[in-house]
């Protein structure tokens, strides 16, 4: 064999894409959904996480999500549901899991633990479509946006203590040259003072499965997704950089 064919062989076989854990995890989900853009502002009367999966079977997983990552309150056994109520519950069943069970109390504030490159490896799919669902109080009609999907796993070898949260926020990389995080709305967001009480355990091998809403518009711009304490590989993404000057609080992450 010619001695340049050869090296050549070899150099293209050294240079191929390891494959990722995420790779063989097939996301099932309606093809023929007809899914949007979600606007700015949009969201703010809608309810749902972007949390699809947290586990270790993961062949073939559904595209559901987690409503909220705090259970909902007892029913009372005394009250009679209407059949209005029944119907709300059926359509909600088909997007979201019934609720999250992995949430524990704590007597004292928790040191929680933060994402980074020594403990979980995070594999981004912008080129894959999935559908983002959320609730909307207000019309009762469930949402279908256009995401892509996220996925972590922990290889720390060890429980990762995590604060309940719904959503990664994106970071952009903004005209001072700054990595910048942005929402798609600028709600003023409640806090709980009981936030820093409550935890979750990511336990050693487990991958979690998000989606996080693309953007739209005519620019293009580099993004990486804020994971708390770190920003994971950047990607390429168009939005629209009025959403930037919409934003309630500048935020500078380094």
């Known amino acids: ?20 854990f995420a790779d063989d995890i097939v996301l099932n989900f309606p093809k023929n959904e007809k899914l949007t853009f979600q606007k700015f502002n949009e969201g703010i009367e809608e309810s749902g996480s972007g949390i699809i999966y947290i586990g270790k079977d993961t062949n073939r997983i559904d595209v559901k999500y987690y409503k909220s990552m705090i259970p909902p309150p007892e029913p009372n056994p005394n009250n009679k549901i209407r059949t209005e109520e029944l119907q709300r519950v059926k359509l909600l069943l088909k997007y979201f899991h019934p609720t999250f069970d992995r949430i524990k109390l704590s007597e004292t504030p928790i ?4 994402f980074s490159n020594h403990n979980v490896k ?3 799919k912008t080129q894959d479509t999935i559908p983002k669902y959320a609730y909307n109080y207000e019309t009762g009609d469930i949402k279908k946006y256009k995401a892509f999907p996220v996925f ?23 005209d ?9 709305d600028n709600a003023f967001i409640c806090g709980d003072s009981r936030w820093e009480y409550r935890y979750w355990e990511f336990n050693p091998n487990e991958i979690m499965v998000l989606s996080v809403n693309y953007l739209t518009g005519k620019s293009q711009g580099k993004f990486k997704i804020w994971t708390g304490n770190s920003l994971t590989d950047e990607f390429i993404m168009n939005y629209d950089k009025q959403i930037i000057k919409n934003q309630r609080h500048y935020v500078e992450l380094k």
């Open 122 to 124: 995070i594999e981004i």
């Open 176 to 184: 001072k040259n700054k990595w910048q995080t942005i929402w798609n």
């Open 111 to 114: 040191d929680f633990d933060s």
């Open 1 to 20: 064999m010619n001695k340049f064919l050869l090296i050549l062989i070899v150099f293209l076989i050294s240079c191929k894409e390891e494959k990722s």
């Open 152 to 174: 972590i796993k922990n290889i720390s070898g060890r429980k990762l203590c995590l604060p309940e949260f719904k959503n990664l926020p994106l970071a952009v990389l903004n």
